[in-house]
């Protein structure tokens, strides 16, 4: 299981939502099947919507 807050701990050099929209997607290339959006990401530019955001990056 992928997990937010571990991506957003071994990441910390991402400094937008758009950047980790992109890596998101990037992990989806792995073998992970289930994503856990653990914690909300604290970037100035993060949407209202930013759990539906980054599940639709993931599936």
Do not use: C, G
């Not at 997607?25 to 994503?35: G, I, P, S, V």
């Not at 653990?38 to 993060?46: G, H, I, L």
């Amino acid at each position: 299981m992928l997990y937010l807050s571990e991506l957003l701990i071994e990441h910390h050099e991402l400094t937008s939502f758009e950047e980790l929209i992109h890596l998101i997607q990037e992990h989806k290339k792995t073998r992970e099947r289930f994503f856990r959006m653990d914690v909300r990401p604290n970037f100035a530019d993060t949407p209202e919507n930013w759990e539906d955001r980054l599940e639709a990056a993931f599936y």
